[in-house]
């Protein structure tokens, strides 16, 4: 008996708790099914529980999150719901799971193992396959007969806006009237929507046909307007269940256009078409600069809301819009009143306080006249119904587009006029004409005389330019020969040193000469083509040439080259061939002094004021009176390098107004104990 009242114990606790936790499926059951008690839910604000971590958590009764209409959802919400079902019937149970229109759902199975199996996925974010996506939003409820079966259904909403929120059990009789009365109740405002995408397309053609033959910037914003207003209506065909939108392949593009596009057609384009409609630039420049002011901060606030809406933070945008919306009255009042006062002098004002006045009126007329569910939308108090906008909407792009016709009719009437004034003034230019004509005859009779004695005038320049010309190819012909004798008289020099190494029989120094000479030489050949060359490649070109030279001087001889530091020696330009004959001589002259054991020759290159370069050489050797002596003596050797160098000079100032500079002093002139040269060149640079 003890056990009899235990089994009878079990088994009436048994049916209690399915009772109380389990949706128990009988033969007579009416559909559809209330599931709102039987099922245990879990609100996950961390928005981080999965499939694999439910069991964990603690499911309770649900507790005011279930609603029949639309409500104002501040923030993302994230709910688990879980029940079980048992198939008390004969037969497999096969119905539908409905809790609403959500933005995300997903669906799970338990299996034998106990784990959560994904059956399907729905959302109005996520659930891009046509008409059939509304159907994905009922749940398949499959129970074999006699058993029982656990599922879970997650949701996430992230919309400001939660739609209703009613977990209901359909069969497929029940669910095909549900469906049925749901594509009656949004069918209408779906040919709303359509008529509106048509009558939008008619009045964009109009405005492109009269963009065509009329060119002006305010068609182009009301084109704009008028395009954003047509996407923003068939984006919005996606939130009405069974119908079939035009961008049903990106659910989340519906979304963007609730507040992003509102600014857009309403704000930015608004205000840019103000601006040129009514040429706020020329009549009104204070005006123009706020109706500028106001769009580039409409444009920031169109990217804020749209950043926030592609981050799930819907509620945000929403509230960001609420102000917008509501701070901008105070300011719309003043521009319209003063708009107002100058419809007087400008009647385009008219038609843009109209048109700008049509979205406000359906608002006002919806706050007092129509009724919706309280904290629906983004703006409670002022929002209007779809159908009531439409009317706005449509009242404001009739006005704006009345008011570009009557603005291209003044075009019209002012390109008539100015082409009268035209006519009349090439009346009066015509007969300007026969005047001027008569004046022209009596000028032309002056001027020929003048122009025949200005003939004259060019014709004697022209000849004293060609003997310029015939002069300067003289002077070049010239230079060329100078150079002719320049460079054998180097290599005569060159060729005697290499002779003596040869005959000393050192042929080591005169294989390194031979080298050294041979690029001289080469160098030589380079620069004898060239007018002038960088002071650097004369340096490189002059240490050569005195390497060579000690050489055969057995090192009885030192030079140095000195440049101050604040010369840019590859900028800085000098003749070439011009310095190498007074350092040769230097070289021949000065090494020559009996009294001196080392001969010393310094080389300075000095920068003066107004870009003159200085360059000095300076020897210890006989000095010039001596020097001249020993010439006499010796009468068969002429030297011409210096000659040469001198005349050299002379032409180069004659060809490019060098002024270049060449002095030449003895040393014992001006001191009687000091011996030797000193040559100072001058080379102004161009």
Known sequence: MRYLFLICCCLVFGQISLAQDTVRIDEGLHYPVNLQDNLQAMVDSSHRVDATQIDEKLFATPAGIFHDDKIRANGKRDYWLRFSIHNATASELDNYLFTGWHDKLYWYKKDVSGKYQLLQTAGMMMDPTGVRRWDNFAMPVQVPPGETRTFLLHIKNSFYVEAAFSPTLHNPLTYQNFKHREYVKYDSMTIIYNTMIGMLLALLCITIINYTQLPDRSSLFFAAYLLGLIFMYALRIEFRPFQLSYFHRWPMLKYYADIPA??????????????????????????????????VLATVLLIITASCIYFDHFDIAANIFSYTYFSSFVPLVIVLIALTRRTKHHPLARFFILGSLCPYFVSVY????????????????????????????????LFFAAGLSYRNKMLHQDKTKTQELLIKQLNKNKSLQRKLNEQLEELVKEQTTEILRKKQELEEQRKLQMEMEYEKKFSEIELKAIRAQINPHFIFNCLNSIQLFVMQ???????????????LIRKTLDFSRRNFITLSDEIAYLNTYLGLEKMRFENKMEYQVLVENNIPISELEVPAMLLQPYVENAVKHGMNNEQQVTGMLYIRFHLLHNDILECIIEDNG????????IRNLHSNHQSSGLEISHNRAEILNKMYNTGIQIEIIDKSSQESSCTGTLVRILIPQL
């Open 262 to 295: 509102i600014l857009f057609c309403f704000f930015i384009v608004h205000l840019l078409f103000g601006n040129s409609f009514l040429s706020l630039r020329e009549r009104y420049p204070l005006m123009g600069k706020v109706f500028k002011i106001a769009a």
């Open 366 to 397: 919806s706050f007092l006249f129509l009724h919706h569910a309280p904290n629906v939308s983004a703006l409670p108090e002022l929002a209007p119904s779809p159908a009531t906008l439409s009317a706005g909407v449509i009242l404001q792009a």
């Open 505 to 519: 029989r050192d042929y080591e120094y005169a294989q390194k000469y031979l080298s050294d000479f041979s690029y």
């Open 622 to 629: 006989i000095g010039i009176e001596r020097s001249k002596a």
